[in-house]
């Protein structure tokens, strides 16, 4: 496999990289500021003024594949843009390419009626307003996604919902304007075709955002982290996507490209790492030899750039491999980068943490809040165990049959 990048996709990495140097690294600091000083669920002047100057450029939408209203990239030619963006925690939302709003758009353009499209389509992809995505819950163990117990029944022509959802990324947000709710609809189905999508408004009677939820410490102000209240909220029966009970049939499309975005975001977080760890290898003097000199330092960077190198590449073939053979082929490859890609980064963000001593905890440099959110991906996208489940089945199919494997 040629991996090489296209004319095409080398120029628009250096389109992205030099709006990265010349505007978002500079914002960051501003960012920071500004939620302090501005209320921190307020949206930011500074990060709507990268947005108009990213879609000013054309750097916008560049996510979206296999659609008129994106840029037209595959997966495979969209990773390394994902990656340069991963580099900053402003990155993705500057070209209106971050999550959970670039899984929602997909649903709504894969599955979304034309009123869907007019209502949140469209203004999410303008970067007018944002949304979230209701499906762990704090009641049950979430690892295993049948087991959702929030409700939406049928009565005449609304659903009727009740329940409660956390880690509900951006809820807490004023610009997040609707949710795709994800909940039991047909309990006595087949144990995959119980739930169903649903598009909630955010304003709809009966919707509360109760808390924000940190990690480690964190609160992401504006975008936020939140445990929202469902309790008899009823929207049209139209709001269900694609149909009753097929809400697993679309977390399988919609998952699959949102893994190579976080994916190569992780290989961007590594790479910023690493080149922190090796400026300060070489500007930090200790008994009288440069950091880089002493003790296994060296060997660190060297590790760090190998293991970079090893997630990239597997990253790149999954994403080959979506766009060539399907999602659904490509399952085990998709499992094996989310694997990998967040620890890796773990492994190379404390290694760059270790290097920078007390400075390396400390907000002063990106490092501290990169590690935290390393760490957060082992879990957001599914724990470290299904994955390795998952890869482990599809191995063990290619030997015993498949009817051996059901209920293991």
């Known amino acids: 496999m040629d991996f090489a990048y296209s004319p095409k996709v080398q120029e628009l990495r250096e389109r992205v990289q030099a709006f990265m140097d010349a505007h978002v690294y500079p914002a960051e600091k501003v960012f920071h500021k500004q939620v302090e000083e501005g209320g921190r669920w307020k949206?930011?002047?500074?990060?709507?003024?990268?947005?108009?100057k990213a879609k000013a450029e054309g750097l916008w939408?560049?996510?979206?594949?296999?659609?008129?209203?994106?840029?037209?990239?595959?997966?495979?030619?969209?990773?390394?843009?994902?990656?340069?963006?991963?580099?900053?925690?402003?990155?993705?939302?500057?070209f209106n390419c971050s999550a959970p709003d670039t899984g929602n758009m997909e649903v709504l353009v894969r599955y979304g009626n034309e009123e869907?499209?007019?209502?949140?389509?469209?203004?999410?992809?303008?970067?007018?307003?944002?949304?979230?995505?209701?499906?762990?819950?704090?009641?049950?163990?979430?690892?295993?996604?049948?087991?959702?117990?929030?409700?939406?029944?049928?009565?005449?022509?609304?659903?009727?919902?009740?329940?409660?959802?956390?880690?509900?990324?951006?809820?807490?947000?004023?610009?997040?304007?609707?949710?795709?709710?994800?909940?039991?609809?047909n309990p006595d189905a087949p144990r995959h075709a119980q739930h169903s999508m649903i598009v909630v408004p955010m304003d709809a009677p009966g919707v509360t955002v109760l808390r924000h939820l940190p990690v480690f410490g964190y609160d992401d102000a504006p975008h936020g982290h939140a445990e929202v209240l469902l309790e008899n909220v009823r929207v049209p029966y139209e709001n269900v996507l694609l149909g009753e009970g097929r809400g697993f049939e679309i977390a399988q499309g919609r998952l699959g490209p949102g893994r190579i975005?976080?994916?190569?975001?992780?290989?961007?977080?590594?790479?910023?790492?690493?080149?922190?760890?090796?400026?300060?290898?070489?500007?930090?003097?200790a008994f009288g030899k440069p950091l880089?000199?002493?003790?296994?330092?060296?060997?660190?960077?060297?590790?760090?750039?190998i293991e970079i190198n090893m997630a990239r590449l597997l990253t790149l073939n999954a994403a080959h491999m979506m766009d060539t053979v399907g999602n659904k082929i490509a399952s085990s490859e998709i499992a094996q980068i989310k694997v990998v890609a967040p620890n890796m980064a773990l492994r190379v963000i404390d290694r760059a943490i270790q290097i920078h001593g007390g400075a390396g905890v400390s907000d002063d440099f990106p490092l501290a809040h990169m590690y935290a959110m390393q760490r957060t991906l082992r879990l957001a996208d599914g724990p470290d165990e299904v994955h390795r489940a998952a890869i482990g089945k599809h191995e063990l199919g290619k030997y015993v049959p498949k009817e051996a494997l059901r209920g293991h």
């Not at 949206?43 to 108009?52: D, G, I, M, R």
């Not at 919902?161 to 951006?170: A, D, F």
């Not at 997040?176 to 994800?182: P, R, S």
Request: hydrophobic fraction near 40%.
């Open 116 to 185: 869907h499209k007019k209502q949140w389509l469209e203004p999410l992809l303008r970067g007018e307003i944002r949304s979230c995505f209701g499906m762990t819950e704090p009641g049950v163990a979430s690892s295993d996604a049948t087991n959702m117990q929030a409700r939406a029944v049928r009565e005449g022509d609304e659903w009727v919902i009740n329940g409660r959802k956390w880690w509900t990324s951006g809820a807490n947000d004023p610009r997040c304007k609707v949710m795709i709710f994800m909940g039991l609809t």
């Open 61 to 94: 939408n560049l996510f979206l594949p296999d659609s008129e209203k994106g840029f037209g990239l595959t997966n495979l030619e969209y990773a390394p843009l994902a990656e340069i963006m991963g580099t900053s925690g402003l990155g993705s939302e500057a």
């Open 292 to 305: 880089g000199r002493l003790g296994a330092n060296l060997d660190h960077i060297a590790e760090s750039r």
């Open 43 to 52: 949206p930011t002047a500074v990060v709507e003024e990268l947005k108009a």
């Open 261 to 285: 975005h976080h994916c190569m975001r992780s290989i961007g977080a590594a790479e910023r790492a690493l080149r922190l760890m090796c400026e300060r290898a070489m500007s930090r003097t």
